[in-house]
């Protein structure tokens, strides 16, 4: 079994920042890579940011100057580093990795919630 777990999410007033954290964690053979996605009301799942293993990372072009994905692989970890947020930036954040077990496969974490408001 292989399980992501985020946290770090909660509610921010705009202009202000957080940090996502997401963890693998179980019957981990190998990571590749590990992203994070968001899911903003009313609309479809979609890309924030992936970083690969040697910590190449690609962003959404949109959402490139906001924000900065990074990873510890030794702790299996990625981390999601968010700046001057804005009430368009409230979604469910989703942690994403390819794993390896007995084959290579991609998990989801079940999300943490994001809330911009004054």
């Not at 954290?21 to 940011?49: H, K, N, Y």
């Not at 924000?67 to 009430?87: C, E």
């Not at 979604?91 to 991609?106: E, F, G, N, P, S």
């Amino acid at each position: 079994q292989v399980q992501l777990v985020e946290s770090g999410g909660g509610f921010v007033q705009p202009g202000g920042s957080l940090r996502l954290s997401c963890v693998a964690s179980g019957d981990v053979g190998a990571i590749d890579t590990m992203g994070w996605f968001r899911q903003r009301p009313g609309w479809g799942r979609e890309l924030v940011a992936i970083i690969h293993r040697d910590g190449n990372a690609e962003y959404a072009e949109s959402l490139e100057d906001q924000f900065t994905i990074s990873r510890d692989n030794g702790a299996r970890t990625v981390y999601l580093q968010s700046n001057n947020l804005n009430p368009e930036d409230t979604a469910v954040y989703y942690c994403q990795a390819r794993i390896l077990t007995q084959r290579w496969k991609v998990y989801w974490g079940p999300g943490t919630q994001v809330t911009v408001s004054s």
